[in-house]
T-cell receptor
Framework: DARVTQTPRDKVTEMGQEVTMRCQPI?????VFWYRQTMMQGLELLAY????????DSGMPKDRFSAEMPDATLATLKIQPSEPRDSAVYFC????????????FGPGTRLLVL | AQKVTQAQTEISVVEKEDVTLDCVYE???????LFWYKQPPSGELVFLIR??????QNEISGRYSWNFQKSTSSFNFTITASQVVDSAVYFC?????????????FGAGTRLAVHP
């Protein structure tokens, strides 16, 4: 049963610390998305990769957030320095590129910045 | 403007009742896809269905059914004989081809509580 995996599942950190979230897309999927979910904003797209190349990161605060795909099996989202307003659930999703491809979501990383 | 509206914030039903979750979308594109996802209390987002804009046939999968009507820009989801395990937040999403890639626009979600 192919699934997107994310680590860590939960993270509590103090303001100013660096946070790194990892995602392993479904094997064979070439498109990876990072989303953030908060009560106030709902689900927001942060970044989007296709074939490991970033295509859109306009939803991401550039000064503190960065997203990369070091290889086809790993996507990372980094926050440095973290702030309390970054507290949210961060989801990774993967898809096989095509028209209206279905995005399959990971379990999410619940981040709390104190 | 591209937008998905789920007007029902919360719905509460008793087990075995039928329940319909509404979804209305806005887009000027002629080609698009619509999705429903389920987010149970455990937090993950589970894919339920995908429908393209050229296929208005209704779909049934077990107790779940979907009614797509382009004339009213709606893609409603009905659960027949609801069960406690159906309790979750349900998201409707619109997929557009924007700038050469697919972008999902989510509604705010409808929280469904099914009571025994």
């Amino acid at each position: 049963d192919a699934r997107v995996t994310q680590t860590p599942r939960d993270k509590v950190t103090e303001m100013g610390q660096e946070v790194t979230m990892r995602c392993q897309p479904i094997l064979g999927h070439n498109t990876v998305f990072w989303y953030r979910q908060t009560m106030m904003q709902g689900l927001e797209l942060l970044a989007y990769f296709r074939n490991r190349a970033p295509l859109d990161d306009s939803g991401m605060p550039k000064d503190r957030f960065s997203a990369e795909m070091p290889d086809a099996t790993l996507a990372t989202l980094k926050i440095q320095p973290s702030e309390p307003r970054d507290s949210a659930v961060y989801f990774c999703a993967s898809a096989l590129s095509g028209s209206g491809e279905t995005q399959y979501f990971g379990p999410g990383t619940r981040l709390l910045v104190l | 403007a591209q937008k998905v509206t789920q007007a029902q914030t919360e719905i509460s039903v008793v087990e075995k009742e039928d329940v319909t979750l509404d979804c209305v979308y806005e887009t000027r594109d002629t080609t698009y896809y619509l999705f429903w996802y389920k987010q149970p209390p455990s937090g993950e987002l589970v894919f339920l269905i995908r429908r393209n804009s050229f296929d208005e046939q209704n779909e049934i999968s077990g107790r779940y059914s979907w009614n797509f009507q382009k004339s009213t820009s709606s893609f409603n989801f009905t659960i027949t004989a609801s069960q406690v395990v159906d309790s979750a937040v349900y998201f409707c999403a619109l997929c557009l081809f924007s700038g050469g890639y697919n972008k999902l626009i989510f509604g705010a979600g409808t929280r469904l509580a099914v009571h025994p």
